[in-house]
């Protein structure tokens, strides 16, 4: 089993929309999650950065961890063209390397 | 405004030949990484750098080779050894001295190196 998993995508939503992205992971040492947005041909950008379980709310961003069933989730609201991108989970434990997911690729459609 | 600046953004190697990545932070961090980003295959580690002069191997280290002679700069040599270096190359860094920590990567945005 991997370390973590991530649907590759493509998904694609009408604009307006809410879309849900989710990751699942194996290693309950996993503490602290992260969410980055990788525009085509840019590097990955910080959305949200998450400890433990619970919600986190930036804006359009809701992040969401549940370490019971080892899932997260990214949603975001009012989706638009611009958040057209590639997102890529990420997790580690208190000391040990970052783990990324292979990323999900989002397109939204206006 | 502070940031990661990777040069150049696209990049060409002829066989036999050397190159390096230039990759630059002005955040005074001092935890330094290059990955490799492949289609399908997500971001894999190939070294990482805790402080000046300490470099440490990461997961596809061969081919590869990198310096810290500055904790600003953290240049990584695509060698002739690496038999497939076509792949999206990216340098981040963290606040902390641990590489191993909880604490979130910061990223330039990459080098694409191609074979001539």
């Known amino acids: 089993q991997k370390e973590v998993e991530q649907d590759p995508g493509p998904l694609s939503v009408p604009e307006g929309a809410i879309v849900s992205l989710n990751c699942t992971y194996s290693?309950?040492?996993?503490?602290?999650f992260m969410w980055y947005r990788q525009y085509s041909r840019k590097g990955p950008e910080l959305l949200m950065y998450?400890?433990?379980?619970g919600n986190k709310e930036d804006g359009r961003f809701t992040a969401q961890v549940d370490k019971s069933s080892k899932y997260i989730s990214l949603f975001i609201r009012d989706s638009q063209p611009s958040d057209s991108a590639t997102y890529l989970c990420?997790?580690?434990?208190?000391?040990?390397?970052?783990?990324f997911g292979k990323g999900t690729r989002l397109h939204i459609l206006p | 405004d502070g940031g990661i600046t990777q040069s150049p953004k696209y990049l060409f190697r002829k066989e036999g030949q050397n190159v390096t990545l230039s990759c630059e932070q002005n955040?005074?961090?001092?935890?330094m990484y290059w990955y490799r980003q492949d289609p399908g295959q997500g971001l894999r580690l190939i070294y990482y750098?805790?402080?000046?002069?300490?470099?440490q191997k990461g997961d596809i280290a061969e081919g590869y080779s990198v310096s810290r002679e500055k904790k600003e700069s953290f240049p990584l040599t695509v060698t002739s050894a690496q038999k497939n270096p076509t792949a999206f190359y990216l340098c981040?860094?963290?606040?902390?001295?641990?590489?191993?920590?909880?604490?979130?990567?910061?990223f330039g945005d990459g080098t694409r190196l191609s074979i001539l």
């Open positions: 981040a860094s963290t606040s902390t001295r641990w590489a191993y920590s909880n604490q979130p990567q910061h």
């Open positions: 998450t400890y433990s379980s």
């Open positions: 750098s805790q402080i000046v002069n300490d470099f």
């Open positions: 955040l005074n961090h001092d935890a």
């Open positions: 290693n309950s040492a996993f503490q602290y």
């Open positions: 990420a997790m580690s434990a208190w000391v040990g390397k970052i783990i």
